[in-house]
């Protein structure tokens, strides 16, 4: 199910902001409606909305000044559409070149600024569109999706995507060049399978190689990706003798072809991604170290799915809905203890390891739920350490709780005897008392 797209609201006019507050959410928006700049300066730096709706003046800030203060903070911004007065025009033409979308002159039609609201988001890559690709409910992930419209919109970037194994880098990559306008393709090639010497390789029309991503030479690949993107997956493991010619490519924008070389009018976008420490391969000698610097411009880290604990269990439900849908009369779903399991595991292999156990506990469990055993997963010993940890906390609670007590039976209840003689001040004995639920007994 597809989340509504979130908008954040600025405007302080009680009247004008309700009446914006109501049309938007009957037109189907989650909408945060903020009366201060200040107060929406933080929602913006911590939360992730898809449009923002802002009046030039403001109580505590300019709106303008509030929009310059953000970028000059690296916030990442959603598009912004200004309200302002005629007087304002100016700034507001200052803000488009700052990168804003858009602005309105009061007094102007309601249905004006909602038709801008639904060209922005009806795009379908917005900021709640791609949280819902990439399961970022995590803060680890939630950073990630922040980072990838302003990404997305400088094209001509090269973007090293670093992480481990099966973290889910090709998706991202997929969701960058999706962002990105253009009509050109997305090619995945993975640099593992680009081993054999181009004079090895026949590409004739007829030959199987002439349809092979994978072993065409990097600038017949630039040449396919026109206008688009090319993603070299796992950059560490290409072969030295192909990165020249890469480099070269990058270089020169050129496609240089075994027989000819033409300059390629329509930009192509190079995305690469590793699992591997680059500055390590370059002391190795594995990768060159001037094409090392073309390929780490803007450095994206994908986090592993252990330090995405909320993300885990809705992409588990999705692989598992995935699987209804192609064995509809064996439809499956998880148990509560499973949950549990899922997140207990420290998933290794990341999100393709946990798409296969999934797969697995589905095909061989014959009941409709999926119990923990389904996807026979040792985890055991975490689980043993975080009930004993929990124990430890409770017995500590408890002995805590005694020792107030005893202390307060002590000295007859008085806060301030029983304070110096625990040497806490009086403050912290009053909220130990109200976190156990401790109070005089009446006799």
């Known amino acids: 199910m597809n989340k509504k797209p979130s908008i954040c609201l600025i405007e302080d006019d009680s009247v004008m902001g309700e009446s914006l507050n109501q049309r938007l959410m009957l037109e189907g928006y989650n909408v945060a409606w903020f009366k201060d700049g200040m107060t929406a300066k933080h929602a913006l730096e ?7 709706i802002c009046d030039v003046r403001l109580p505590d800030i300019r709106g303008d000044e509030l929009y310059k203060k953000l970028i000059s903070q690296s916030v990442v911004m959603p598009p912004a559409i200004f309200m302002t007065g005629y007087g304002a025009i100016n700034n507001a033409v200052e803000l488009l070149k700052l990168g804003a979308l858009d602005y309105l002159t009061k007094p102007f039609d309601p249905k004006e600024l909602m038709e801008k609201v639904h060209i922005i988001c009806g795009s379908g890559h917005t900021n709640t569109d791609i949280k819902a690709k990439l399961f970022a409910n995590s803060s680890a992930m939630l950073k990630v999706v922040q980072q990838l419209p302003r990404i997305a919109k400088h094209k001509s970037t090269n973007v ?3 992480g481990e194994l099966g973290v889910g880098k090709k998706v991202i990559a997929s ?30 029309p ?17 040449k396919k990706a026109k206008g688009g993107t090319l993603f070299f997956n796992e950059i560490n493991q290409m ?11 990058i270089q020169e924008t050129v496609a240089v072809s075994p027989s000819a070389s033409e300059v390629n009018e329509d930009r192509v976008r190079f995305i690469f991604s590793s699992n591997k420490n680059l500055k390590f391969c370059v002391e190795r000698g594995t990768l060159r170290e001037d094409l090392y610097y073309r390929i780490n411009v803007v450095r994206l ?11 885990i269990v809705p992409m588990a439900e999705y692989f598992i809905s995935r699987n209804n849908k192609n064995f509809p009369k064996e439809s499956k779903m998880l148990s509560s203890e499973s949950k549990k399991v899922l997140m207990a595991y420290d998933w290794p292999g990341n999100v393709s390891e946990l798409s296969h156990v999934i797969e697995r506990g589905f095909t061989l ?8 055993s389904s996807f026979e997963l040792n985890v055991t010993d975490k ?15 408890e002995s805590e709780r005694e020792l107030l007590i005893s202390a307060l039976n002590l000295h007859g209840w008085s806060i301030q005897k029983t304070a110096v003689h625990l040497s806490v001040c009086r403050k912290t004995l009053w909220q130990k008392m109200k976190k156990y639920n401790i109070s005089k007994p009446e006799f």
């Not at 469990?365 to 923990?372: D, Y």
């Open 160 to 162: 090293l995507l670093s």
């Open 383 to 397: 689980i043993r350490v975080e009930k004993t940890t929990s124990s430890l906390k409770k017995q500590l609670s």
């Open 365 to 372: 469990t014959h009941e409709n739920v999926l119990s923990a």
């Open 206 to 222: 007829d030959s199987p190689n002439a349809k092979s991503e994978n072993l065409q030479p990097i600038a017949t690949l630039f």
């Open 301 to 311: 880290s994908v986090p592993p799915l252990r330090e995405r604990l909320e993300d």
């Open 239 to 249: 072969p030295m003798r192909l990165q020249a010619e890469l480099l070269r490519v």
């Open 175 to 204: 969701v960058i060049h999706n962002m990105t306008k253009n009509d050109g393709p997305f090619i995945n090639v993975d640099c593992g399978s680009l081993f054999m010497e181009e004079n090895e390789v026949d590409f004739s």
């Open 46 to 52: 911590h939360e992730i909305y898809d449009a923002m």
